[in-house]
């Protein structure tokens, strides 16, 4: 009798199979496309000094060599000590700059709000003019009094219009009989903002979230204008491997001068070798996002 009500099986037509195919294919591609550039920086920072500047970049190293990351990890201490620096501003700037963002949003999206689409202007029209580098510095040293100090590091990206509008749009897509129906059981809008708006956009925060710590974990940028030299103990991990790279093509200068062997100094191994120590905790940390990180890019274009 069941057999009897099943309905048969449609057969999949031929356009559906050569849309099939071609679609897969062509991930493959864009997908090997992002890979291979991964697979060569990490082939090339295993690779030897005067391999690389005899045969080039190579998918398997002409010559093995762990030169690269012996001259990294020379200075143990100092590497780890950037690695905890960009750590801890990469973890507060991102909780912090979430707090922040999603609690503009919330205002920015309240309907209650008579002066929203105001403000919504002012917050876009300060991503477009700025007064420029000078005056931006001068303010944040002088009067914010950031140099030498690691809210250098944290303040001046913690808020960023795109990501503020990107919330804004996800919370104005909630429906307002939750938020009425909270108001009715005497929330307040605090309540409301935590107990109803956050649950409801975890896929949002957790995409803009992923993008903030992006943001903190390659900055290099604020730490180069506002710390000085003598304040190596805050370097974050990209600008204390940029000094060392500097130095590394430096040395190589001299040695190019002097006529000594340039093979000595792994200046290009080394550019390679500091892409994976920056990115590796990256990478491991993106799985563990990448259903919410989806779910957000596709709800996002959805509504526009």
């Not at 309905?7 to 031929?14: A, E, F, I, L, N």
């Not at 999206?109 to 002066?115: A, K, P």
């Amino acid at each position: 009798m069941t057999k009897a009500n099943k309905m048969p099986r449609k057969p999949v037509g031929r356009d559906r199979i050569v849309f099939d195919v071609l679609s897969h294919v062509i991930l493959a591609v864009l997908a090997a496309c992002c890979l291979l550039p991964f697979l060569l920086v990490l082939s090339g920072s295993f690779s030897d000094q005067t391999s690389i500047l005899t045969h080039g970049y190579q998918l398997i190293p002409e010559t093995f060599s762990l030169a690269a990351y012996q001259t990294l990890f020379k200075i143990p201490e100092d590497l780890l000590r950037a690695y905890g620096v960009t750590i801890f501003v990469t973890v507060v700037g991102t909780l912090l700059g979430l707090f922040l963002t999603s609690m503009a949003a919330y205002v920015l999206s309240s309907r209650n709000f008579r002066y929203r689409y105001q403000m919504s202007f002012f917050f876009y029209f300060t991503s477009i003019f700025g007064g420029g580098l000078v005056p931006w510095y001068i303010f944040n040293t002088k009067y914010l009094h950031f140099h030498n100090n690691i809210i250098a590091l944290i303040l001046p990206i913690l808020i960023n219009v795109t990501y503020l509008l990107i919330l804004k749009s996800y919370m104005a897509g909630i429906p307002e009989a939750l938020y009425e129906s909270a108001r009715l059981d005497g929330a307040g809008d605090f309540t409301i903002y935590r107990r109803v708006a956050m649950p409801l956009c975890k896929a949002g925060l957790a995409t803009v979230g992923l993008f903030i710590a992006l943001n903190y974990w390659n900055d290099w940028y604020d730490a180069m204008l506002f710390l000085d030299e003598g304040r190596s103990d805050l370097y974050p991990l990209q600008y204390f491997l940029n000094n060392i790279l500097t130095k590394a093509q430096a040395i190589s200068a001299a040695a190019a001068r002097s006529g000594l062997p340039m093979s000595e100094v792994p200046s290009e191994p080394m550019k390679l070798a500091m892409t994976v120590v920056a990115t590796g905790p990256i990478i491991l940390l993106y799985p563990f996002l990448q259903k919410y990180f989806v779910k957000g890019v596709t709800i996002g274009a959805v509504k526009g």
